[in-house]
């Protein structure tokens, strides 16, 4: 019972100080910030929503850069707010969320895969909806670098690969579209066609 979950971890913070050296603070906080937004989701009050972003923004405060979890913290704060953007359009929270993934991706620890996979995914998609919103070229630059990196992380055989492969091929072709270089062009065309060959008649 969600309810319940939400009231028992907000009983137990009267038992683990502010400064608690073993994180167990954070930790409640975060599983507290999952239990809101699974209430938010199913359906909830946008209150839910933005009552998780603020417990993870204390979360994220008791895990500064070299924090085990700081990379988790920034990915889930980062993808709430890019949710509230979506819910309510306000640029600043996307602008946010942007800036919170990306750290994110910075501090990343190697063989964390699925963290790393699902920052790329939520940053390439902040990214496309500042792009929609402002046509910044820079943006699709970036867009163009993400997915190559997503297309890295889901090589032949990966259930996402036919998916990046295409991915990759549009915004490149946007790239072309925005900037002329053929260059872009060539690289879109070949990773259509090796999509294509991966995607047999039917499919």
Same mark, same amino acid.
């Given at each position: 019972?969600?309810?319940?979950?939400?009231?028992?971890?907000?009983?137990?913070?009267?038992?683990?100080?502010?400064?608690?050296?073993?994180?167990?603070?954070?930790?409640?906080?975060?599983?507290?910030?999952?239990?809101?937004?699974?209430?938010?989701?199913?359906?909830?009050?946008?209150?839910?929503?933005?009552?998780?972003?603020?417990?993870?923004?204390?979360? @994220?405060? &008791?895990? %500064?850069?070299? +924090?085990? !979890?700081?990379?988790? =913290? /920034?990915?889930? *704060?980062?993808?709430? $707010? #890019?949710?509230?953007?979506?819910?309510?359009?306000?640029?600043?929270?996307?602008?946010?969320?942007?800036?919170?993934?990306?750290?994110?991706?910075?501090?990343?620890?190697?063989?964390?895969?699925?963290?790393?996979?699902?920052?790329?995914?939520?940053?390439?998609?902040?990214?496309?909806?500042?792009?929609?919103?402002?046509?910044?070229?820079?943006?699709?630059?970036?867009?163009?670098?993400?997915?190559?990196?997503? @297309?890295? &992380?889901? %090589?032949?055989? +990966?259930? !996402?690969?036919?998916? =990046? /492969?295409?991915? *990759?091929?549009?915004? $490149? #072709?946007?790239?072309?579209?925005?900037?002329?270089?053929?260059?872009?062009?060539?690289?879109?065309?070949?990773?259509?066609?090796?999509?294509?060959?991966?995607?047999?008649?039917?499919?």
């Amino acid at each position: 019972d969600l309810d319940e979950a939400i009231t028992l971890y907000c009983d137990s913070f009267e038992l683990r100080p502010v400064k608690n050296e073993e994180g167990d603070r954070s930790d409640s906080l975060q599983n507290l910030a999952v239990c809101l937004w699974n209430r938010y989701e199913n359906p909830g009050s946008v209150d839910d929503l933005e009552e998780a972003i603020t417990i993870e923004r204390e979360a @994220l405060a &008791l895990r %500064p850069p070299g +924090h085990p !979890d700081c990379d988790a =913290s /920034l990915h889930s *704060l980062g993808f709430s $707010l #890019r949710m509230k953007f979506e819910k309510q359009a306000e640029i600043y929270d996307l602008e946010e969320a942007i800036q919170l993934l990306r750290a994110g991706l910075k501090i990343h620890r190697r063989g964390h895969q699925y963290w790393r996979s699902s920052m790329l995914r939520h940053l390439i998609l902040c990214l496309s909806s500042r792009y929609v919103s402002q046509g910044l070229v820079k943006d699709l630059e970036e867009l163009v670098t993400l997915r190559h990196a997503m @297309l890295d &992380l889901c %090589p032949r055989g +990966h259930s !996402d690969h036919v998916a =990046s /492969l295409h991915n *990759l091929a549009c915004d $490149l #072709r946007k790239g072309y579209a925005k900037t002329a270089a053929i260059s872009d062009l060539q690289e879109s065309i070949e990773l259509h066609l090796a999509a294509l060959q991966l995607r047999p008649p039917g499919h």
